[in-house]
């Protein structure tokens, strides 16, 4: 039987893909990203502690859209204060695990962003199709429904 497009998915060709058991880390994947030229968008459920954030983000902390659980709203405040240039948004209902990489690299993780210790799997693949479709069909909806964290103002003022 052979998948079709409808309204729960796309069904695509895909060449390039990969599938990574325990050993493949956000760290991993985000390993290059000072060299990216696109925007990179993540949805995950929790946050990791912020040194992990910051050895990843530190690389280029810009162009990056993140969407975590309204739950982790504190340390998605800390986050935003140290790295204004990134976009970070909450929601009340995420449990996804993605990662999107402009122009076409899809990652589909059972991790949470960070470094869970745990067996975890994901897949990675390049297809402009399946990329364009989960930006608009899922990630954009998902951000617009979601409260983002503008500017940070210290307690004690600016």
């Known amino acids: 039987?052979?998948?079709?497009?409808?309204?729960?998915?796309?069904?695509?060709?895909?060449?390039?893909?990969?599938?990574?058991?325990?050993?493949?880390?956000?760290?991993?994947?985000?390993?290059?990203?000072?060299?990216?030229?696109?925007?990179?968008?993540i949805i995950t459920y929790?946050?990791?502690?912020?040194?992990?954030i910051k050895q990843q983000f530190?690389?280029?902390p810009y162009d990056i859209f993140l969407i975590a659980h309204?739950?982790?709203?504190?340390?998605?405040?800390?986050?935003?204060?140290?790295?204004?240039?990134?976009?970070?948004?909450?929601?009340?209902?995420?449990?996804?695990?993605?990662l999107l990489i402009e122009p076409h690299t899809v990652y589909i993780s059972s991790a949470n962003f960070g470094d869970s210790?745990?067996?975890?799997?994901?897949?990675?693949?390049?297809s402009k199709e399946a990329y364009d479709w989960y930006l608009e069909t899922q990630f954009a909806p998902l951000w617009d429904s979601c409260d983002e964290i503008d500017e940070i103002v210290p307690l004690w003022g600016k």
Not at 4 to 20: E, P, Q, R, Y
Not at 72 to 81: L, S
Not at 117 to 126: F, K, P, V
């Open 1 to 41: 039987m052979a998948y079709k497009t409808d309204v729960h998915g796309l069904a695509f060709k895909c060449n390039d893909v990969k599938i990574s058991g325990h050993t493949s880390t956000w760290g991993m994947k985000l390993s290059q990203l000072y060299k990216q030229q696109g925007i990179v968008r």
């Open 46 to 52: 929790s946050l990791p502690n912020f040194e992990y």
């Open 58 to 60: 530190e690389r280029r």
């Open 70 to 98: 309204m739950k982790f709203h504190n340390r998605a405040r800390q986050i935003k204060m140290a790295f204004p240039r990134v976009r970070l948004a909450l929601h009340r209902e995420v449990h996804s695990k993605v």
């Open 117 to 126: 210790g745990w067996h975890e799997t994901s897949i990675g693949l390049h």
